[in-house]
């Protein structure tokens, strides 16, 4: 019955009430009256009581009480409690409540909706569903619920339609339909007897829930367990069911757990694996990560053998709280998870648990085989002798490998169970641009180390190498991971070497290795792909080939956990941009062209990891969840992402539901099946630039760089929900899933032009605008305030730096050449030359805006072409003017020059 039948029905069932104007107040005596907008009280001396015809209505907040010793005798049609507390009995008393027809017909049941009950003692006779419960909390203790003589096809001896149940000390007997029903409901049956039913226990629905069974005794049913719910598993141990231990007078069909196995003792321990970066390293008293400066990662950089440079690096605690920039670019990483370890061992469920910090840059094997001995010792103390292993990104990895060690030595027993959240299990296309390139360092702990440090560490870090997608990988994925989409030489090459794409694991690693030929690039040159290192990768292939396929022996339970609904790196593509410079100054045609690169998203992923590499095993031990980060970040205005996801309520609420054995409990924000993305908008801001961007929302929350006096690293703020910053290619992105961003801001932090664009998809329809071409320096500032149409936004040009709009700009995808030289002028101003000189320059440019004014194009790239020649070659004597600031005009002409060329 859908909950729209039940709305009607009740509504139905109240408007005749009203209708046949039967109100009233009960008599102690015998009558009830057919609705009550009060409580009521059925006391023994006012035994038996009579329902009229029809039934009774109790509206809801109210509470019925019938006391033990009292009959019930009923005409026809419900018992009806409406969002009430129903108390039939007492727990204390042996006397019990009978309920049964007033005539030869049958009467209804007892109907609760939305109602809480507590029934003990309770006999029903000649009733066709004798309760019927629709999302109540319903208790059901020495009841007989008997179906002799019910024989309308449909009766049920309890119905339980969502909500809770609790049924023990019972007798549900003779039901020619079901005795017990329950559909998206949870709860428990103890110490009853179910017997003669065509089905002892019918379970339906389409959601997880926890349902068991214990100590009851199943006798002549035609089938005494049917599950038809294909998400939960019925807990059915210890029960009587005849001889040997499983079902004999009777079938059990579905996910049903049977039998006398004794009952684990809950809980195991807990060993925790953090993820990659999620240890401290140290050289001494120097704290190297997390990282004050560059120069402490320089420290951690390993040889070509994957060896570090520094032997004495030791492993400190794991990173419950950042401490890069002390209190004020603080964040919590797993604090949160180590307080909810420690109430579980507070509150006596588990005796201990254990964090495994590591040296994340090694190969996971060593790191595995250096954890047994402290997985050995953490299980001896436990309550089962067994942990359970949670572990986070590549601590997953780690993980699997250690239980692979402990199978090998004939202990697997050891393991109870495997909770992986957020494991890269068959890599993910963020690596790719993090080893080719430096990308992606903002993603980790809040601090950005240069690309150029990022680049140069990471090529020799085995584990990293882990991390770059496997085989099975492009196995379950379609989507290129490696893109070539422009036609420039350089691409055109790489096409004739690998295709128009990378989309099979050879091909990727040919690309990374630079099979086609190129040379490696200087380490200063980002712009160019490395040339990774092929023995590490190798190696890690080999370890893929190990873990991807391997399946976990079926003792140990596997709950995998992915993040979903933050902007995520599926792959990236290579494409041609401008780069006109001093070494090619007139930028004509595509002379200027060079290589840029961009990052493909999905939000099929945590932020890191796409969630197709979280869930990559298979097997009848293995469960599977999704955190809807997207509508958890959007409830609580956070912004949990990969780094940070053990910080989610619903992650820890599902992890402490498997340790505590429970793990079919539904926790909010999680599901089992990925979630709907059809409703998600996003937003794109990116700028190629000497230029920061940063995003506000209503709310004034900041994503976006800030800067600190104190050091060489930078910290990347996100604190507007589902947001990230990124710096990829020449380039700098903020993503926001959501409509939450309403002003874009910009500082300038250099010489030259910017281009800003605005990309936003609202149901799978993209509309975007773009500022072409707009000239900064260090003091510009800049602002668009986001409209709701996208088009009419426009950009406020805040040339001098002193708070004063001096352009408003509107989207355009061409460069407005009067406009650039009108705000090259201001710049020129902020120079501060030698009046004589500043006075040249403005008028070389008035003149050219001139000849522009009257279509003369070519007139005036001769003028800026000739005097710009002029000062790269100082012909042109200006005795003032310093090198610099003859640069910084070189530079703009030079823009400019591209931009009436082209």
């Known amino acids: 019955m859908h909950t729209f039948l039940y709305t009607l029905f009740r509504s139905a069932l109240v408007f005749i009430m009203l209708c ?91 109907y609760l909706l939305n109602a809480t009950a507590d029934m003990y003692a309770l006999t029903i006779n000649g009733a066709q569903t004798p309760v019927f419960a629709v999302n109540s909390s319903t208790t059901i203790k020495g009841a007989v619920i008997d179906g002799s003589g019910v024989t309308s096809g449909l009766e049920r001896g309890l119905s339980f339609i969502g909500g809770t149940f609790d049924v023990a000390t019972s007798t549900i007997s003779n039901w020619g339909s079901m005795g017990i029903f329950a559909e998206d409901a949870s709860g428990g049956i103890d110490r009853t007897i179910i017997t003669r039913n065509r089905v002892g226990v019918l379970y339906s629905g389409n959601h997880i829930h926890n349902v068991r069974g214990r100590h009851n005794v199943f006798s002549e049913n035609d089938i005494s367990i049917q599950n038809v719910n294909q998400f939960t598993e019925l807990d059915f141990r210890d029960n009587e069911w005849g001889t040997g231990g499983a079902p004999q007078e009777g079938s059990v069909i579905g996910r049903v757990i049977t039998g006398y196995e004794p009952e684990i003792p809950c809980c195991s321990n807990v060993v925790f694996i953090p993820g990659f970066g999620g240890s401290r390293l140290h050289l001494g008293n120097n704290q190297l990560w997390e990282p004050n400066i560059n120069a402490d990662v320089k420290k951690l950089y390993m040889d070509e053998n994957g060896q570090s440079l520094e032997q004495d690096v030791t492993v400190g605690e794991i990173i419950k709280k950042t401490n890069s920039y002390g209190p004020i670019g603080s964040f919590d990483v797993y604090q949160s998870f180590a307080n909810t370890m420690d109430s579980l061992v507070s509150g006596g469920l588990i005796q201990s648990w254990k964090p495994l910090p590591y040296d994340w840059r090694n190969n996971i094997e060593e790191v595995a085989q250096g954890m047994v001995d402290s997985i050995e010792q953490v299980a001896s103390s436990s309550k089962n002798k067994k942990v359970t292993i949670v572990a986070h990104s590549n601590g997953g990895l780690v993980a699997k490998a250690l239980i692979k060690i402990f199978e090998e030595q004939g202990k697997s027993n050891l393991i109870n169970e495997l ?25 980790g702990l809040g601090f950005v180390i240069s690309q150029k440090t990022a680049r140069t560490f990471g090529e020799h870090v085995p584990s990293s190498y882990g991390l770059i997608p496997s085989g099975s990988y492009f196995d379950q994925s379609i989507d290129p991971v490696v893109k070539f989409n422009s036609t420039i030489d350089q691409l055109t090459a790489w096409r004739a070497a690998y295709g128009d794409s990378t989309d099979s694991k050879h091909m990727l690693n040919r690309f990374l290795l630079g099979a086609e030929g190129r040379e490696k690039p200087s380490e200063d040159d980002l712009s160019q792909p490395n040339v990774l290192n092929e023995q590490h990768l190798s190696i890690a292939d080999e370890m893929h080939q190990s873990l991807d396929g391997y399946r976990i022996p079926s003792s140990i339970k596997v709950s995998q956990v992915s993040g979903w609904g933050i902007n995520t790196v599926s792959g990236i593509e290579y494409y041609a941009s401008r780069h006109c410079g001093f070494t090619n100054f007139f930028c004509i045609g ?13 939000t099929d992923g945590d932020g890191i990891v796409v969630a197709s590499s979280s869930v990559a095993m298979r097997g009848s031990n293995i469960s599977t969840y999704y955190v809807n980060l997207y509508s958890e970040n959007v409830n609580r205005g956070k912004n949990n992402s990969h780094a940070i996801i053990l910080e989610s309520p ?3 609420n599902l992890i402490t539901n498997i340790v505590k054995g429970s793990s079919t409990n539904p926790v909010a924000h999680v599901s089992t099946t990925t979630p709907k993305q059809s409703s998600i908008s996003s937003l794109q801001i990116s700028i190629h630039s000497p ?79 773009e500022f072409v071409d707009i000239p900064v320096t260090d003091v510009t500032k800049a602002e668009v305030l986001v409209a709701s149409n996208l088009s009419q936004s426009s950009l406020a040009l805040d040339v001098e730096g002193d708070g004063k709009v001096d352009n408003v700009i509107k989207p355009q995808k061409e460069c407005d050449a009067i406009l650039y030289l009108e705000i090259l002028k201001k710049q020129i101003y902020l120079l501060k030359l030698k009046p004589s000189v500043e006075a040249r320059v403005i008028a070389k440019i008035d003149k050219t805006i001139k000849a522009l004014t009257k279509e003369k194009v070519k007139v005036a790239t001769k003028r800026l072409s000739r005097f710009g020649l002029q000062l790269n070659t100082k012909k042109w004597s200006i005795k003032h003017l310093s090198e610099s600031n003859r640069n910084e005009i070189l530079k703009s002409i030079d823009e400019t020059l591209d931009l009436l060329t082209n």
């Open 20 to 110: 046949g104007g039967l109100y009233g107040v009960a008599h102690a005596d015998t009558e009830l009256d057919s609705f009550y907008n009060t409580d009521l009280r059925l006391e023994k001396s006012g035994s038996p009581y009579v329902v009229p015809n029809g039934g009774v209505y109790v509206a809801p907040d109210h509470t019925v009480t019938i006391d033990p010793g009292v009959e019930v005798r009923v005409g026809s049609g419900w018992f009806y409690v409406d969002g009430s507390t129903l108390i039939v009995g007492s727990s204390s008393s042996q006397e019990g409540v009978v309920m049964k027809s007033d005539s030869s017909s049958l009467w209804q049941g007892i």
């Open 419 to 443: 909770v992986l959240v957020a494991v890269p299990q068959v890599g993910t296309p963020e690596s790719i641009g993090s080893l080719l390139h430096g990308d992606g360092q903002e993603k």
């Open 590 to 602: 595509n002379t200027g062209l060079g290589l840029d690169h961009k990052a493909l998203l999905t």
């Open 650 to 652: 619903s992650v820890l």
């Open 691 to 769: 230029a920061d961007i940063h995003a506000y929302d209503t709310q004034r929350r900041h994503t976006g760089i800030v800067y600190s006096s104190s050091t060489d690293l930078m910290i990347v703020e996100e604190q507007i929900p589902n947001s990230s910053y990124a710096m990829v290619g020449e380039g700098s992105y903020i993503n926001v899933v959501g409509n939450s961003v309403k002003r874009v801001s910009l500082q300038g932090t250099g010489v030259g032009v910017f281009t800003l664009n605005v990309d936003k998809k609202v149901n799978g329809v993209m509309t975007s605008i």
